[in-house]
């Protein structure tokens, strides 16, 4: 099993633009969540899917964030457009109807 | 207040030395915990679940307080491999929150 997939590692992009993050969850999972971690907050749920349904997205900070699940072996964390303050690691873990939450890699984002 | 709230540290010690960290959290509804261990610039890993009755996987010892709604993790005989940051988690109407973590170096 090749465990959550995370694209792309890291990111450097310029304030005002648009960033995609994407998620591919372990397979047969139904659950899919997206965390961000910073130093000052920890990590924090922005999101989660369950069997490709948005259940709880009182986590994302703001309408500049969007995330989208269109089918059961991928998702996407949409910023735009990018602020400096978005500058985090971004955590996406699935899990299967019971609990036992694995993360991916997570992706490294700095704006400038 | 945040929902799970941990001592920082960071906790220095020696190797062989036993250290515990604490942890608390707010929602007295939550309904599973958890002890989580992220190395330096890695994702979060599960360690251990913790139960009500207490248990313990080898070195570890986790144990739950609900009426304190306080959890703790123990770590006997420290290894320099154990230097990391511990995560308690709980687990809120299936949703895992985080606390920000302790972080625990164990030096020669």
């Known amino acids: 099993d090749a465990g959550v997939i995370q694209s792309p590692r890291h990111e450097v992009t310029e304030m005002g633009q648009e960033v995609t993050l994407r998620c591919k969850p372990i397979s047969g999972h139904n659950s899919l969540f997206w965390y961000r971690q910073t130093m000052m907050r920890g990590l924090e749920l922005l999101i989660y899917?369950?069997?490709?349904?948005?259940?709880?997205d009182s986590g994302m900070p703001e309408d500049r964030f969007s995330a989208k699940m269109p089918n059961a072996s991928f998702s996407t964390l949409k910023i735009q457009p990018s602020e400096p303050r978005d500058s985090a690691v971004y955590f996406c873990?699935?899990?299967?109807?019971?609990?036992?939450?694995?993360f991916g890699s997570g992706t490294r984002l700095t704006v400038v | 207040r945040k929902e799970v709230e941990q001592d920082p540290g960071p906790f220095n010690v020696p190797e062989g030395a036993t250290v515990a960290f604490n942890c608390t959290y707010s929602n007295s509804a939550s309904q599973s915990f958890f002890w989580y261990r992220q190395d330096c610039r890695k994702e979060p890993k599960l360690l251990m679940s913790?139960?009500?009755s207490g248990n313990e996987d080898g070195r570890f010892t986790a144990q739950l307080n609900r009426a304190s709604q306080y959890i703790s993790l123990l770590i006997r005989d420290s290894k320099l491999s154990d230097s990391a940051t511990y995560l308690c988690v709980v687990n809120n109407a299936d949703k895992l929150i985080f606390g920000t973590g302790t972080r625990l170096q164990v030096f020669p």
């Open positions: 913790v139960y009500s």
């Open positions: 873990a699935s899990s299967p109807r019971d609990y036992g939450y694995t």
């Open positions: 899917f369950n069997n490709n349904v948005p259940i709880d």
